[in-house]
Every structure is written in structure tokens, then in C-alpha cells.
């Protein structure tokens, strides 16, 4: 068994070429990250839950690499050269306001396949992109994302109780949300997909925001899913540490102390509340680093993070 928690305190862009994919000949996919191998899986077999949303046929990918524009939610499948069974869904950040694909999601694809890992990219809707489901459409699409890839984990080479997050930012507490409420019901069932559960077998979170109540209600992601003066009781239902529980999947967290987005205090919480209903957590506090440094920041300690999460998946039985 993993020791319960480990802190340790540390002193010391990959390029996306634009490409189109049509995963049904009547709708576009998403932009592909620059990958080979690629399979795109739409989240919903006709209109996202209560429909609405942008009108253009192709999301806009920025010069920095980031999506808006999102009409058609998408899981995109890389496999690695030697799969190993395991399986990692990638979700970005971007304060629900933005993808950033380029910076976030692009290379740690490329380190998971080096693993062994099967990765499913993440393309979610944006709440303010006209959806009616509003706030919930991004975990509408993140619940059925998982469940997808549960569905189709036999065709994918994949085992089902072998399946992880990987959140950065946004991305981490709309995963983490996710992983840790698995019986929010946030949308009516579609078909046979939605029959499956939504249960992960551990959570990678980087420089993640994990509550939205104070002091931490100043974010992107906050004043996105809640607006400007959300209610105590909302901006809890919207945090993750109420919702740890004895049972909820190992959590691995990194973050920077000089982050000015996502304050450390946002770990500390999370990882306080995994000690406290005996969770597994291992949590890396870096001296610096910022926010968004991806897989690493040169010239900071976060470019050994990769390495901490491979030990961390090894000592989970995730990898071999």
C-alpha cells in the first residue's frame, strides 16, 4: 500500500498543426493534436444535452494553440506504439473560457504513449459559448466521456479498471469534479453508454483549481461557473474536497508556490481532505513554476514532475 501522503517541497510547446476529421460524414470533428494514429469519437450520438451553442462546423484554434468554438464535444484516442492496457483521459485548462491544447494537452500525449498509456484527448464545451445546459455542459461531457471510454475499452485494448484523469488547471477541477461525485446525475440518458459508471482509477492534477468557495472565488473558473457573487452553498456544490470520501481514486497533485491563479492553499485543501477520509494522495509543491507550465517549466523544478507521476503510477499498479 502507498503511504497516504507525500509532500515534497523542491528548490531548484510542443508545436500543433491544424487538421480536420470527420468521425460521422455529416458533422466535423475537432481540430486533431499534431499525432499520428488518431481516432475521434464524438461525446453524443445527435445534439449535446439541451442543445444550443456556437453555429460554426470547426472550432478556432488560436496562434497560441488554444480552442474556443467548440460545437462538437469530442474524445480523440491516441494509442501508443505498446499499449499496456492503461488508459488516461486528458482534459486542459483555460478557466472554462478557452482549451489550451497546444501548451497542455499536445505533450503530455506525447509522454503517456511513451508509456504504454492509451489517451483520450478531451475537447469539452465551453459554458459561455451559448449551450442552454450552461455551467454543466462541461461535465455533461466529461461524465460521458469516461463512460464512453468504459464502453469501448475491449475495442480500444484497454482495461476498464485501469482508467485515470489528467487535468491541468480548469481541466483538473472539471476531471476532478467529475471523479469524485460519480453519481451526479447532470444529464438524461442517451443511450446504452450512459448504463456504465463513471469511476476512474486515479487523478493526475496539475496546478488545478480545486475550490470555488473564499478565498479562492477569484478565478476564471469561479466567476465563469458561477458569475461574480455566487451564493456559500453554490460555490461548495462546486469544489471538490467536499465530495472526497473513503473509496475516491488516489489523487497525485502538483502545483507551483508561486502560482498566482491557482493559490497552493487549493492543494492543501484537496489533500487534506484525502488524509482525512484515508485517500491515498501524494502532493508536489514546487518552489517555483508559475501556472501553466505544462509538463514543465525550464529552468524551474517542475520539469521532474513527469518522473514523480511515473513512480506515483507504479506504486498505484497503474503502469508495470
Not at 488508459?87 to 503530455?108: L, S, W
Request: charged share 15%; aromatic share 6%; hydrophobic share 35%.
Amino acid at each position: 500500500m502507498p503511504r497516504l501522503t507525500r509532500r515534497t517541497v523542491l528548490t531548484g510547446t510542443a508545436s500543433c498543426v491544424i487538421t480536420r476529421s470527420r468521425a460521422r460524414a455529416e458533422t466535423p470533428a475537432a481540430p486533431l493534436l499534431s499525432l499520428p494514429d488518431a481516432t475521434v469519437l464524438p461525446l453524443w450520438p445527435a445534439t449535446p444535452p439541451g442543445g444550443g451553442g456556437p453555429d460554426n462546423h470547426t472550432p478556432h484554434l488560436s496562434p497560441t494553440g488554444s480552442l474556443t468554438g467548440i460545437s462538437e464535444p469530442v474524445l480523440q484516442i491516441y494509442r501508443p506504439a505498446r499499449p499496456n492496457g492503461a488508459a488516461m483521459i486528458v482534459a486542459a485548462g483555460g478557466g472554462y473560457q478557452h482549451i489550451t491544447q497546444r501548451k497542455e494537452a499536445t505533450p503530455a500525449t506525447r509522454w503517456l504513449q511513451k508509456l504504454g498509456i492509451t489517451v483520450g484527448v478531451l475537447t469539452y464545451r465551453l459554458p459561455m459559448e451559448g449551450w442552454r445546459a450552461a455551467s454543466l455542459a462541461p461535465f455533461q461531457d466529461a461524465q460521458r466521456a469516461i463512460r464512453l471510454l468504459r464502453t469501448h475499452a475491449r475495442q480500444y485494448g484497454i482495461d476498464p479498471d485501469r482508467i485515470g484523469i489528467l487535468g491541468f488547471s480548469a481541466g483538473g477541477h472539471l476531471l476532478g469534479l467529475c471523479a469524485t461525485r460519480p453519481d451526479w446525475q447532470t444529464y438524461s440518458p442517451t443511450d446504452t453508454a450512459d448504463t456504465a459508471p463513471i469511476k476512474v482509477a486515479l487523478a493526475l492534477l496539475v496546478y488545478p483549481i480545486i475550490s470555488l468557495e473564499p478565498p479562492y472565488n477569484h478565478t476564471h473558473t469561479s466567476r465563469t461557473l458561477l458569475g461574480p457573487h455566487p451564493t456559500q452553498a453554490d460555490a461548495r456544490a462546486w469544489s471538490i474536497p467536499p465530495y472526497i470520501r473513503h473509496g475516491s481514486p488516489p489523487f497525485f497533485l502538483v502545483q507551483a508556490a508561486d502560482d498566482p491563479i491557482a493559490a497552493p492553499g487549493q492543494t492543501a485543501l484537496l489533500e487534506q481532505a484525502c488524509q482525512q477520509n484515508a485517500v491515498p494522495v501524494t502532493r508536489h509543491l514546487f518552489a517555483t513554476g508559475g501556472h501553466g507550465f505544462g509538463l514543465g517549466r525550464p529552468g524551474t523544478p517542475t520539469l521532474t514532475w513527469p518522473h514523480l507521476a511515473e513512480q506515483f503510477l507504479h506504486e498505484q499498479s497503474f503502469i508495470s
